[in-house]
């Protein structure tokens, strides 16, 4: 009976140790998860208590061979085993909530971006802004708003294609979150006009940031590959108009006016220019022109 003993006490060490090397596995998947930084390395030390852990089981397994079985040492055993088992259940929890917030994550992100610009979407920019404009408020700070506009939309998508016209606006919005700061928020507005809003930014900070949005897009054509036709270079212009918020702004829906209102100055001036609502000077090429009727 004592040999029966040590043979059930040893297999259940085993068992405990087949499950601490499974248990290995959802760490692995929750490392994987983690970006550097001190939490992966926390991870990490778990996955080495763990291989101390494993190599004790196996060398009380060892040690266990060739004795006299006791109730004690099935006592010892049973409490590896269920130690093991606690162990892979943990990790095993850890990874499915790993996963399912990563999904989450993922999906609250498709929610609020644009799948055309891949900047924040119309949903997204009816509740940040009123955030931003009521800070901006409280703490007597700064805030400034672009409005962007592609010049001549509608002629790129007529002569080249609907899904030409896509990839200029994913091209725009790739642009614009590679030159804004991170603090800054870009979302598309509407059709093929996109807004940056830009805190603790006033209006001449703003027209700079501004003017180099305009010059990148100026100087960076689009590069366009499709079947049947050589690579082409697709290159377009920017209009913007920027509005810093002021006191007599009762709203946010006040200050996209004014935005709007200075686009729309930067388009009948000619295009491809920065424009505020309240300062005839403009940036970019040609010179400002009376207020004739405007095309997209």
């Known amino acids: 009976m004592p040999a029966v003993i ?6 259940l060490v085993l068992a405990g140790a087949a499950t601490l090397v499974a248990a290995l596995l959802p760490l692995a998947r929750v490392i994987g998860e983690l970006p550097a930084g001190r939490t992966r390395r926390t991870w990490y030390l778990q996955g080495a208590l763990t291989i101390f852990f494993l190599v004790g089981y196996l060398a009380y397994a060892a040690r266990l061979w060739g004795q006299d079985g006791n109730a004690d040492s099935l006592v010892v055993s049973l409490v590896f085993f269920f130690g093991a088992c ?18 989450i994550a993922l999906l609250e992100q498709e929610s609020i971006t644009d799948e055309v610009t891949g900047v924040y979407n119309r949903r997204y920019l009816q509740r940040r802004p009123q955030e931003a404009f009521e800070s901006a408020r409280r703490y007597e700070q700064p805030l400034t708003i ?19 016209g896509d990839l200029a606006l994913r091209h725009l919005g790739e642009l614009c979150l590679n030159t804004v700061r991170a603090t800054d928020l870009v979302a598309r507005y509407g ?11 006033t209006v001449a900070q703003g027209v700079v940031l501004a003017e180099r949005l ?12 499709s079947e049947g036709h050589p690579r082409r270079e697709l290159k377009f212009t920017l209009s913007v108009g920027v509005a810093a918020l002021s006191a007599s702004d009762a709203s946010c829906g006040a200050l996209f006016e004014r935005a709007d209102r200075a686009l729309y100055r930067a ?7 920065v424009m505020t609502d309240s300062h005839p000077a403009a940036h970019g090429a040609g010179n400002p022109a009376t207020r004739p009727a405007v095309k997209a």
């Open 6 to 11: 040590v043979y059930v006490a040893i297999a």
């Open 191 to 201: 059709g093929e006009e996109l807004m940056v809003i830009a805190p603790h930014t």
């Open 267 to 273: 388009k009948a001036s000619g295009r491809n220019r």
């Open 146 to 164: 672009l409005l962007l506009d592609i010049d001549h939309f509608k002629r790129i998508n007529d002569e080249h294609g609907h899904a030409v």
């Open 86 to 103: 606690f162990v892979w259940l943990n990790f095993t929890l850890a990874m499915r909530t790993a996963l399912d917030v990563r999904r």
């Open 214 to 225: 305009r010059q990148r897009v100026e100087s960076t054509p689009l590069v366009v590959h």
